[in-house]
C-alpha cells in the first residue's frame, strides 16, 4: 500500500488496520496450518502467568499442542515479547524457531502501527520527546518512556535549585537561568561531544546519550532544550551546516533584561558565545544569529538521517530498514508545501 500524505482520521485508522493484517499475515505464513486470531474483534484479556507454561509447551511432544500454545502466545500478544525474546536462547531448537518466529510476528505490526499513529499527528502535534523515545527503541526497543523522562526531569530540578529562592526561572535573568543550565548538564555532569566515535550509533539514541554523557551536536543540543523547557525557559535549536547548537531566545526574555540572544554549544561542553562577533567567529560563513529552528517534523528527520548514516557505515540492514520505514512516515505524513 502505498504511503501518501492524504491526512485524517480515516486515513489513519486505515492504515493501523492494515498493520495488524501484515501480522496477520506473518503469522500464516510462518503456520499456515494454523487458524490465526486475525477476526477476532476484541483481543482476549492478557493472562501474563500463562506465558511461561505456554512457552514450554512450544516443544510438547505432540505438534497440536505446540500450536495451540503459538497460537495462545500470539493472542496474549506484547505482554510475552519480553518472555519469547528470552526464549530465543533456549535449549530446544523448536522452542527458539517459534519464539523467533512470534516476536518477529507480532513486533513488527506493532511498531509500524506506532510509527503511523506518530507521523500522522499534525506538527503541531508532534512531541519531540516521544519522537526521540521511538528513535531510541530503535536501538534498544525494551527502553521504556520513563527512562528517559525521570533523567530529565531530575536534571531540570537541579537547574532550579541552582537558581535558588528566587524568581521562577521563567522570570529569572537570562544570564543566570543559562548558568544554571549550563553548570548542571556541562560542567556538573560533564556532557559533550563524542568526538572519537562521533558516527556510532549510539550518539543518536536519547537513552545512550544519558547514559554515556556524549553524543551527536542535535541529540545533545535538544537534551538541553528538553531540560530548559521544563523550566519554562525559551531555548531553541539553531541548526548549522554540520552541527547543531542551542540559544537563549532573547525575543522571549522576561521584561526588565536585555533581549539579547545567548548561544550555547553543546557539543564543546556547552561553550557559551554571544551574539555578533563571537558566534560569527565560531561558525564562519553561517548566518547562526538569525537561522530560524527547524520545526520537529525536521527535527526528527534530521536525527534519523545521522541515523541511517551510522547504521549504514555498519552494514547493519535490519536497523537501517527500521530507520528508513521511520523517515518514510514522518515524509509521508507531512504538509504539502504551500504552492
Request: hydrophobic share 45%.
Amino acid at each position: 500500500m502505498p504511503l501518501q500524505a492524504l491526512g485524517g482520521q480515516a486515513h489513519t485508522e486505515a492504515m493501523i488496520r492494515d498493520w495488524k493484517v501484515v501480522a496477520c499475515w506473518l503469522f500464516v505464513a510462518v503456520w499456515p496450518s494454523s487458524s490465526p486470531p486475525c477476526a477476532a474483534q476484541e483481543p482476549a484479556e492478557p493472562q501474563p502467568q500463562q506465558i511461561p507454561r505456554l512457552i514450554s509447551l512450544l516443544d510438547a511432544d505432540r505438534f497440536e499442542v505446540r500450536e495451540r500454545a503459538t497460537r495462545e502466545l500470539f493472542e496474549i500478544g506484547m505482554p510475552a515479547v519480553a518472555a519469547l525474546q528470552a526464549a530465543r536462547g533456549h535449549g530446544s531448537a523448536e522452542v527458539r524457531w517459534r519464539a523467533k518466529a512470534l516476536v518477529e510476528s507480532l513486533t513488527v505490526g506493532v511498531r509500524r502501527r506506532e510509527l503511523t499513529e506518530f507521523a500522522a499527528r499534525p506538527d503541531e502535534r508532534l512531541d519531540l520527546a516521544h519522537g526521540m523515545w521511538l528513535i531510541a527503541r530503535i536501538l534498544n526497543p525494551a527502553v521504556k518512556q520513563a527512562a528517559l523522562t525521570k533523567p530529565l526531569d531530575d536534571l531540570a530540578e537541579r537547574a532550579g535549585k541552582q537558581l535558588g529562592k528566587g524568581d521562577a526561572p521563567a522570570d529569572a535573568n537570562p544570564e543566570k537561568v543559562v548558568a544554571a543550565i549550563r553548570q548542571v548538564l556541562f560542567v556538573e555532569e560533564g556532557f559533550t561531544g563524542n568526538v572519537a566515535q562521533r558516527y556510532h550509533p549510539d550518539n543518536s539514541s536519547l537513552e545512550r546519550v544519558l547514559s554515556m554523557k556524549t553524543g551527536l551536536p542535535i541529540l545533545l543540543s535538544h537534551l538541553t532544550i528538553a531540560v530548559a523547557r521544563r523550566l519554562d525557559v525559551p531555548l531553541v535549536g539553531v541548526p548549522l551546516s554540520g552541527t547543531y547548537i542551542v540559544k537563549y531566545d532573547g525575543s522571549q526574555a522576561p521584561d526588565g533584561f536585555p533581549k539579547d540572544d545567548i548561544f550555547l554549544d553543546p557539543f564543546d561542553r556547552g561553550r557559551v558565545l554571544r551574539a555578533g562577533d563571537e558566534i560569527e567567529r565560531a561558525f564562519p560563513g553561517q548566518d547562526a544569529a538569525s537561522q530560524p529552528p527547524l520545526n520537529n517534523r525536521d527535527t526528527l528527520e534530521r536525527m534519523l538521517r545521522n541515523l541511517a548514516s551510522s547504521f549504514a557505515q555498519r552494514n547493519d540492514h535490519e536497523k537501517l530498514e527500521q530507520v528508513e520505514e521511520f523517515l518514510e512516515l514522518l515524509a509521508a505524513y507531512a504538509p504539502a508545501a504551500e504552492p
